[in-house]
C-alpha cells in the first residue's frame, strides 16, 4: 500500500512570498489532516477534511492559511503571505473515516523556511 | 486548553538499558496514541490504546493507559541504537473518538552504543 506523498520535501521563501504544499493521501481514505510542526514541538492541528468538505479548520489562520481538497482525493494547503514564524514542517495525514490510531497514517511532511 | 504534557523532555541511555516515559493531561482521553519520530519523515504510530487500564505491548514497547484517564506510560525493554528518535504521545484534541489529534511535546531519546 503505497503512503500519504507529500511535495516539496524542502521549501526556502522570503518573508511575504507565497507558497503551496501538496497531499495525496492513501487511497479510498476519507479523512485528510494538515498539521503544522515546528521545531522541537509536537505537530499541531490546522485544518481537517471529510471527502472535499471541512470538518474542523477551527485552528488555521484563516488571515494567511488556506486549503483545500478538489474532488476529495489531493490536498492543497497554501499560504500567502509567509511570515518568519511559519517556519516549521507541514505534515499531511489520512484516515479511513472515523479512523484513530492504526489506519491513520501521516506523510514524511514538507519543511518550509522563512527567511 | 488542552494540553499533554510529556517527561522526561530527552534521555540519553546506554545500550540494553530500559526506557520508561510519560505523558499527563489535566483532561480525560479515551484514547491515548504514542508515535515515534525519526529526522525527515513523518510520526509513525507505535502503540494505540482505548480502554483505562488496558496494558499493550509491542515488541520490546509496552504501553498503558492510566485508570485516570488523563496519563498514559511507555516502556521501552533492553534498548537499540534503532529507538533513537522522538516519541509522542497523543489524543483526540476534544477527547472524544475523532480524528483530530492532539500531541505533547514529545520525548528525545539517545541510545549510546
Known amino acids: 500500500e503505497a503512503g500519504v506523498a507529500q511535495s516539496p520535501r524542502y521549501k526556502i521563501i522570503e518573508k511575504r512570498q507565497s507558497v503551496a504544499f501538496w497531499c495525496n493521501p492513501i487511497s479510498g481514505h476519507a479523512t485528510l489532516y494538515w498539521y503544522q510542526q515546528i521545531l522541537g514541538q509536537g505537530p499541531k492541528l490546522l485544518i481537517q477534511?471529510?471527502?472535499?468538505?471541512?470538518?474542523?479548520d477551527s485552528q488555521l489562520p484563516k488571515d494567511r492559511f488556506s486549503a483545500e481538497r478538489l474532488k476529495g482525493v489531493d490536498s492543497t494547503l497554501k499560504i500567502q503571505p509567509a511570515k518568519l514564524e511559519d517556519s516549521a514542517v507541514y505534515l499531511c495525514?489520512?484516515?479511513?473515516?472515523?479512523?484513530?490510531?492504526?489506519?491513520?497514517?501521516f506523510g514524511s511532511g514538507t519543511r518550509l523556511t522563512v527567511v | 486548553g488542552q494540553q499533554l504534557n510529556q517527561s522526561p523532555q530527552s534521555m540519553f541511555i546506554q545500550e540494553g538499558e530500559d526506557v520508561s516515559m510519560n505523558c499527563t493531561s489535566s483532561s480525560i482521553f479515551n484514547t491515548w496514541l504514542w508515535y515515534k519520530q525519526e529526522p525527515g519523515e513523518g510520526p509513525v504510530l507505535l502503540i494505540a490504546l482505548y480502554k483505562a487500564g488496558e496494558l499493550t505491548s509491542n515488541g520490546r514497547l509496552t504501553a498503558q493507559f492510566g485508570i485516570t484517564r488523563k496519563d498514559s506510560f511507555l516502556n521501552i525493554s533492553a534498548s537499540i541504537p534503532s529507538d533513537v528518535g522522538i516519541y509522542f504521545c497523543?489524543?483526540?484534541?476534544?477527547?472524544?473518538?475523532?480524528?483530530?489529534?492532539?500531541f505533547g511535546k514529545g520525548t528525545k531519546l539517545s541510545v549510546k552504543p
Open positions: 495525514a489520512s484516515s479511513s473515516v472515523g479512523g484513530l490510531g492504526y489506519g491513520y497514517t
Open positions: 477534511f471529510q471527502n472535499n468538505g471541512v470538518v474542523d
Open positions: 497523543a489524543g483526540p484534541l476534544y477527547g472524544g473518538s475523532q480524528g483530530n489529534l492532539i
